[in-house]
C-alpha cells in the first residue's frame, strides 16, 4: 500500500496534468466563450464545464486507485472533488473579466486586491496565468484530503 505521501504526490500529478486536458481540450467551446457571462446563461454555461471538468477528473482518479493500488476512499474522493469543483466554478465565472475596468468577480477582486492590476491589464496572459494557478493550488489542497 502506498504511504499518505507517495498518494497524495500521485494524486496531485494526476489532478495536474487531467486538469490541463480538461480545461482545455475537454471544454465546449460554447461554455468557455460563456462561463463568464452574467445571469442564468453564464451560470449554466459555468456549471456544465465544472461538471464536465470533474467527471474527467473522478474517471482518472478512480482509474489511477485501481491501476496504482492507492487505497483511495471513495468519501475522501468526493470530498476532494468537490473542492475542486467550487473552486474552479467560483474562479471560472471570471472568464472574460481580467481587464473590466470595475472588478465584478471574486477572483478579478482577489487579484486587484493583491495589487495585480497593472499586469492583468498590461499583458494578455495574467488573467489566464492567475486563474490558472488558483486552479493547481487547490488541487493540491485537494489532492492532500484525497490522499488522507
Same mark, same amino acid.
Given at each position: 500500500?502506498?504511504s /499518505?505521501?507517495? /498518494?497524495t504526490a &500521485?494524486?496531485?500529478?494526476?489532478? *495536474?496534468?487531467?486538469?490541463?486536458?480538461?480545461?482545455?481540450?475537454?471544454? /465546449? *467551446?460554447t461554455?468557455a466563450?460563456a462561463k463568464g457571462?452574467?445571469?442564468?446563461?453564464? %451560470? &449554466?454555461?459555468?456549471?456544465?464545464?465544472?461538471a464536465?471538468?470533474?467527471?474527467h $477528473?473522478g474517471?482518472?482518479l478512480?482509474?489511477a486507485?485501481? $491501476?496504482?493500488d492507492?487505497?483511495?476512499? @471513495?468519501r475522501r474522493? &468526493?470530498?476532494g $472533488?468537490a473542492?475542486?469543483a467550487a473552486?474552479?466554478? $467560483?474562479?471560472? /465565472?471570471s472568464?472574460?473579466?481580467?481587464?473590466d475596468?470595475?472588478?465584478?468577480?471574486?477572483l478579478v477582486r482577489a487579484a486587484h %486586491?493583491l495589487?495585480? =492590476?497593472?499586469w492583468i =491589464?498590461t499583458?494578455?496572459t495574467a488573467g @489566464?496565468?492567475l486563474d490558472?494557478a488558483?486552479?493547481? &493550488?487547490w488541487?493540491?489542497?485537494a489532492?492532500?484530503i484525497?490522499?488522507?
Amino acid at each position: 500500500m502506498a504511504s /499518505r505521501a507517495a /498518494r497524495t504526490a &500521485a494524486v496531485a500529478v494526476i489532478a *495536474d496534468h487531467v486538469h490541463t486536458w480538461a480545461d482545455y481540450w475537454g471544454q /465546449r *467551446d460554447t461554455d468557455a466563450q460563456a462561463k463568464g457571462l452574467p445571469g442564468a446563461e453564464g %451560470r &449554466a454555461a459555468c456549471a456544465r464545464h465544472v461538471a464536465n471538468h470533474t467527471a474527467h $477528473l473522478g474517471i482518472a482518479l478512480v482509474a489511477a486507485n485501481r $491501476l496504482l493500488d492507492l487505497d483511495i476512499k @471513495p468519501r475522501r474522493l &468526493a470530498g476532494g $472533488l468537490a473542492i475542486a469543483a467550487a473552486t474552479h466554478y $467560483l474562479a471560472d /465565472r471570471s472568464g472574460g473579466h481580467w481587464k473590466d475596468a470595475e472588478p465584478t468577480t471574486f477572483l478579478v477582486r482577489a487579484a486587484h %486586491r493583491l495589487g495585480k =492590476q497593472g499586469w492583468i =491589464q498590461t499583458d494578455p496572459t495574467a488573467g @489566464p496565468h492567475l486563474d490558472q494557478a488558483w486552479h493547481r &493550488a487547490w488541487h493540491l489542497i485537494a489532492a492532500a484530503i484525497i490522499a488522507r
